[in-house]
């Protein structure tokens, strides 16, 4: 069949016309709405920052920002399609596990602003307080943290009254709302009490151990699944504004003032910004990031509740879930379509012109070319996203791949023929490194988890299997190790581990020192003592120069006590204004002697208030045979005694 040449090149130019078309269309923007779960102020700020700096104009997307809708949930506007994207806290877990197809894209606060709100004058000061009381807050939206809080106290649902939420900054003081408690942001409500110096008590999940997610973006699942590359872009920009907001606060303020209808004064955004970066802790945690195992704690409490079936699944709310390969962009597989059409009709015309024979060699050549360049595709990708080194028999670096050398810090040629020892942190665990020691010395398969220091001083985690190397004979002549980089993972079990604000073991992990070093006095028979320690008038400072400086004041003890202690030694905020240390190896009065010098150092530290500040010490001292709320019984009751006696003393237990 005979096809002229003229015919070919119209065809050819009608393809490429097609591609500019195509091309065109996939730069139009596409209009989305973000449901807010509150009004303009800074708890969205990021959003604005992305809408005014033009990411999300550069993402391709135009977003409408809509405030609040009281009648309606974030959750249920997003589902009914009236909006692509949604904010909400930790209780879309609750959405998903009742069959709600909601997926979290992003979490922007580590941390959850709500606490309980009670005027001073109640002397509700803990979820202990609230039997029989009159409790305000959003039940089954927004108050996965404050049931979580109730459960760790026993606090029962027909213990207290639950009334809605009126919304109302003045709930405490309103007549019409008639209540004793009321849920609000620690970043927002407070500002309205301490404008009016109305002194309050706030009552914050984080003190008892509770510590959830905030302000997550979520999507409908199907909506994700059918526009995968838009979701990713929103979530891209979204972040891309946060981290301007946290780093420019005064100027995305302005800018809200000048182009939002916001209640709130300048003064009091400011505030609510302070407030809200803390909460993100961008600086230790990467924006958005958000991990399935907290999200599930949170299905538990939900679970024990009997608010779903114990059977209740929530798999796919994570949105990593639904990108088992890397996402293209839609415009990007257009124009690779197009161009794709235009090479083909190249092709034909190639095809038509030259002989059979040299378009048989031309095709066989270009496989194999592909089949090569394939292989070689695959090893570099390997290289540079696997971890893996090998070693000879007597320990010697033999080589390693590019992510290793990425990760460490150290070129390859730096690393070749030293010992995998160069890697190891100071505070490597001595066990698991003798463990693996013994491993390769009988030539035997090991796995574990390592602390490495890389080049620049960094600290990082790899999750490691080691496998012994054989030649054709069966003799091991080496070892193969291939690792994966678990640093988040560690950084996010830190954070489950740590008081928020000081850095201090929390008392989750208090347990845990305490049950091994009862275990090695016990094994070994020497001392264990414990003291326990209280700022004395810490409620006036709040009171009188505000929570912040009352964080600050928490904040520069917590730093004394890891500056003036042994490194043995653990310290933990035990709740508000207490700390307690383990001390291991320690008698009565060597723990008296060591609450003495930081008796001392607190009293001459400057802290930010008129007057200098003391504490309070009760020490006690374990006899080997008490349980462990027998030793903190005496060591409370000795702290108890020491502000009894008129404080800034040191008491010892009997």
């Not at 065109?24 to 809408?51: D, R, T």
């Not at 490194?433 to 796995?447: H, I, M, P, V």
């Not at 201090?504 to 003592?529: I, K, S």
């Not at 520069?556 to 030694?569: P, S």
Request: aromatic share 10%; glycine share 6%; charged share 20%.
């Amino acid at each position: 069949m005979q096809i002229t040449q003229s015919l070919l090149w119209r065809l050819f130019n009608i393809v490429l016309l097609s591609t500019m078309v195509l091309t065109s269309c996939a730069y139009a923007k596409e209009n989305v709405v973000l449901q807010l779960k509150w009004k303009h102020q800074f708890q969205s700020a990021g959003f604005y920052a992305a809408q005014s700096q033009g990411y999300f104009a550069a993402e391709g997307l135009e977003v409408e920002i809509r405030e609040v809708d009281k009648k309606r949930s974030a959750s249920d506007i997003v589902l009914s399609g009236d909006a692509q994207f949604g904010i909400a806290d930790a209780g879309i877990v609750l959405s998903r596990l009742q069959g709600k197809p909601v997926v979290a894209i992003a979490a922007i606060f580590q941390h959850s602003p709500l606490v309980l709100l009670a005027l001073e004058s109640s002397n509700i000061i803990s979820p202990l307080e609230l039997k029989g009381k009159r409790v305000m807050f959003q039940k089954s939206i927004d108050d996965a943290v404050l049931v979580a809080m109730f459960m760790e106290m026993g606090l029962s649902e027909d213990q207290y009254e639950h009334v809605p939420h009126s919304f109302r900054s003045d709930a405490l003081i309103n007549e019409n709302d008639k209540i004793d408690v009321m849920s609000a942001y620690i970043t927002d409500q407070v500002y309205y009490y301490r404008e009016r110096k109305i002194p309050i008590n706030i009552i914050s999940p984080a003190n008892y151990g509770i510590d959830f997610y905030g302000e997550m973006i979520f999507v409908e699942e199907q909506y994700l699944i059918d526009n995968k590359e838009q979701v990713a872009a929103f979530r891209r920009a979204s972040i891309k504004g946060w981290q301007y907001a946290i780093d420019n606060p005064q100027q995305i303020i302005n800018w809200m003032l000048n182009n939002l209808s916001i209640e709130k004064s300048k003064e009091q955004l400011l505030f609510e910004a302070q407030g809200t970066i803390r909460l993100i802790r961008s600086q230790l945690v990467e924006l958005g990031y958000f991990s399935t195992q907290r999200l599930q704690r949170i299905a538990n409490i939900y679970k024990e509740l009997k608010l779903v079936p114990a059977d209740a699944d929530f798999e796919g709310i994570h949105y990593k879930h639904y990108y088992s390969t890397m996402p293209l962009d839609k415009r990007w597989l257009q124009m690779a379509g197009s161009i794709s059409l235009a090479l083909l009709a190249l092709i034909c015309v190639l095809w038509i012109i030259n002989r059979k024979l040299k378009q048989q060699v031309a095709f066989r050549t270009h496989e194999l070319e592909q089949v090569t360049h394939s292989m070689i595709g695959y090893l570099k990708v390997i290289d540079l996203y696997t971890i893996t080194c090998s070693t000879s028999i007597d320990n010697r670096i033999t080589a390693v791949s590019s992510a290793f050398c990425t990760l460490s810090g150290y070129t390859e040629q730096e690393i070749i023929g030293k010992s995998p020892t160069m890697f190891h942190h100071p505070n490597s665990d001595a066990d698991i490194l003798k463990q693996r020691s013994q491993a390769l010395y009988n030539q035997q398969y090991w796995s574990g988890e390592l602390l490495y220091k890389s080049r620049q001083g960094q600290d990082f985690w790899l999750a490691i299997e080691i496998e012994p190397l054989k030649n054709k004979q069966g003799d091991v002549i080496g070892f193969t190790s291939v690792s994966v980089d678990i640093t988040d993972k560690k950084k996010v079990e830190a954070l489950s581990l740590t008081d928020s604000l000081t850095g201090l073991a929390n008392r989750r992990q208090l347990d845990c020192v305490f049950t091994t070093e009862m275990a090695r006095a016990r094994r070994y028979n020497t001392d264990l003592a414990i003291v326990m320690i209280d700022i004395d008038h810490f409620k006036r400072i709040n009171d009188r120069y505000g929570h912040i400086v009352g964080d600050d004041v928490i904040k520069g003890f917590a730093n004394l006590l890891q500056t003036n202690i042994r490194q043995d030694d653990t310290p933990c905020r035990w709740g508000g204004e207490e700390f307690l240390l383990i001390l291991p190896n320690t008698d009565i009065d060597g723990a008296a002697r060591i609450a003495n010098l930081l008796r001392t150092a607190f009293a001459l530290f400057e802290f930010p208030t008129d007057n200098a500040q003391t504490c309070s010490f009760g020490t006690a001292q374990w006899n080997h045979t008490e349980s462990l709320d027998g030793l903190l019984g005496r060591a409370d009751k000795a702290l108890f005694q020491a502000k009894d006696n008129g404080r800034n003393r040191i008491e010892r237990a009997s």
